[in-house]
């Protein structure tokens, strides 16, 4: 049972109040008229399914009902963040561990949520 | 090959059943074959069988990274029917139906496939209308279906609730007799020995970690065991196909999640078909043993740890227990998943790739036991003949460029 955090809602809540919604970052194209076919269908089909850290869109269903994104590995299930629309993320394929910097953020921020939960 | 058979049990019972012959060999790879087949699951290892049966092709090796049948072919609730909506699908899941009726024989092995009636229940108007419109496409394609009422279906099942007052009210359901389930290990060990006895090596605890390709056309792979060369390679690693494909340096509209199942402890016999439900998400057989073997649906996060949610099983045992309250107090003996394939128009792929020589036989999704035989048996032609088989031709990957799709999703009670 995933334990997820809601940028927004700023708790732990159980997975039973989120939906999965696919890979995160997706842009739909600006212009779909011009798309050849080969975009299009890679638009709306093609998926990366890696095996290991994954970025996917989540939905705060019974929540809030805000859609926000979780950086997770597909083998262990980890929930490595969890971070609003428009964020990007500081885990990834290149940066397993987060850079140095990045680190310190995280911490920071693991520790405000704490305070979130509590509060 | 030692052949099985009732007189053959006899003999080797005055020897205490010590001396049976291995059932394959486990042979030293070699440096180069016809073709490789990479996955040793049931697709992989019927089309490494109908290659060397149906097309001498016999300098084949069949590559697995555990052990044989050890991936969804061992993990799935065994059911097998060809009631499809579509006419490319009904004609493929028939096929393979029509190799089931004959598979014991044709390979010398007991896969006890049971032709005990498949049902996939109705709960609501519109599936109701679902059904009947699968039913008559069912029936001008030739395969045997029909629609039941409640009351006859409470006659098949006689301890389901079919009551009116129900949670989920049975409005009536489609039936295919002659679908059933079959016993999937002897399906993997029965292929494995009949392509192993005309000469095909099975190369278990060999995992494939990358391809060798020379201006787009694909020589070899690499794997744990050192590099094995072929100009043909049929990839069938059904949830894993999506991380060969990136070896390859291509992508495909799958996504790989997990899918759960579970058993009961054995019981007296008590269901005696197959029974499904779409709209709650539950089905559930029982086997010759006497344990329930129920199916959930997929947990909706990609997945590649061979184990599912929490959540998704207790939704499905609710959905089992309001249909059927004789269950309520049945305990569970064990619970696992595997990791499915899944396509975004519920359909396989079975298709040349963008590198020449390289053939992905993947997406089965959450029901490819069933075509086991069949997509062996059109694969194999299509790798011998370097040409789609006319079954698998609506299958190709470029489907979903051009649009041309085969919808099953939510028209065929697609589950299973
Ligand atoms: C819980 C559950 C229930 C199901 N119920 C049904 C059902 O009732 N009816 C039905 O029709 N279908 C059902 N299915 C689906 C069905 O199990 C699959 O579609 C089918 O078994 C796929 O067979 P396969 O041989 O392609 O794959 P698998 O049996 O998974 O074989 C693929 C093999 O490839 C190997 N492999 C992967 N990567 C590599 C590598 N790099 N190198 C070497 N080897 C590799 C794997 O180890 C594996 O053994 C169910 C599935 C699950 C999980
Ligand atoms: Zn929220």
New interface residues.
């Given amino acids: ?2 334990h997820i955090y809601c940028p927004y809602c700023e708790e732990h809540r159980e ?2 109040e989120f ?2 919604k ?1 890979q995160a970052h997706i842009a739909r194209p600006e212009e779909p008229e011009a798309c050849s ?2 975009e299009w ?2 638009y ?8 290991g850290i ?1 970025h ?1 869109l989540w939905v705060h269903a019974v929540g809030c009902r805000k859609f926000f994104n979780i950086t ?1 590995h ?4 980890a929930i490595l963040e969890t971070y609003k629309m428009g964020e990007l993320p500081r885990f990834t394929a290149e940066f397993p561990e987060g850079s140095l910097s990045e680190k310190v953020t995280t911490e920071a921020e693991a520790m405000s949520r704490q305070e979130g939960v509590k509060a | 090959m030692q052949r099985y058979s009732g007189f053959g049990l006899a003999k080797h019972a005055l020897s205490h059943h010590e001396n049976w012959e291995r059932q394959w060999r486990n042979p030293t790879p070699k440096p180069q074959y016809d073709v490789i087949i990479i996955g040793g699951g049931g697709h992989g290892l019927a089309t490494a069988y109908y290659l060397a049966k149906e097309h001498g092709i016999r300098n084949v090796a069949v590559l697995e990274k555990g052990w044989l049948g050890g991936g969804n072919t061992a993990r799935n609730t065994t059911i097998v029917r060809s009631n499809y909506l579509w006419d490319e699908s009904a004609a493929l899941y028939e096929h393979a139906i029509k190799l089931w009726e004959g598979l014991s024989q044709d390979i010398n092995y007991n896969v006890m496939f049971s032709q005990r009636g498949v049902m996939n229940l109705a709960h609501t108007l519109q599936d109701m209308r679902d059904v009947q419109r699968r039913v008559n496409a069912n029936r001008l394609n030739g395969i045997d279906s029909v629609v039941l009422t409640p009351e006859q279906i409470q006659e098949i099942v006689p301890v389901m609730d079919c009551s009116k007052n129900a949670r989920y009210p049975i409005l009536g359901a489609s039936w295919q007799p002659r679908a059933g389930v079959a016993r999937h290990d002897a399906v993997a060990w029965g292929y494995a020995r009949a392509a192993d006895a005309l000469g095909v090596d099975l190369l278990q605890n060999t995992e494939v970690t990358g391809f060798k390709i020379r201006d787009g056309r694909v020589f070899g792979v690499h794997t744990n065991r050192g590099d094995i060369e072929a100009k043909t390679i049929g990839c069938v690693a059904a949830g894993n196909s999506g991380v060969l494909a990136k070896m390859a340096g291509f992508k495909l509209p799958l996504e790989s999640h997990p899918l759960q199942a579970l058993v009961s402890e054995p019981l007296k016999p008590v269901l005696d078909t197959v029974v499904m439900s779409n709209h709650v998400h539950g089905y559930i057989n029982q086997t010759d043993k006497g344990d329930l073997v129920i199916g959930a649906g997929i947990d909706g996060y990609n997945g590649y740890g061979q184990r599912g949610s929490y959540p998704t099983v207790e939704h499905t045992l609710q959905a089992i227990v309001e249909m059927f309250p004789i269950f309520s107090r049945v305990r569970m003996n064990r619970q696992w998943g595997g990791i499915v394939d899944t396509c975004p128009d519920a359909c396989p792929i079975l298709s040349a790739t963008p590198v020449k020589g390289l053939f992905f036989n993947c997406g089965w999704g959450t029901g490819g036991f069933k075509a086991t035989p069949g997509s062996g048996h059109v694969f194999a032609w299509t790798l011998a003949k370097n040409q789609a088989h006319p079954l698998a031709a609506p299958f190709s990957i470029n489907r979903f460029h051009t649009g041309a799709l085969v919808d099953e999703h939510g028209a065929a009670g697609v589950a299973h």
Avoid: K
Avoid at chain 1, 74 to 77: A, G, K, Q
């Fill in positions: 049972m995933f997975e039973e939906h999965p696919g076919d080969e269908g890679d709306l089909f093609f998926r990366d399914n890696p095996r994954h996917e997770r597909t083998v262990s299930y």
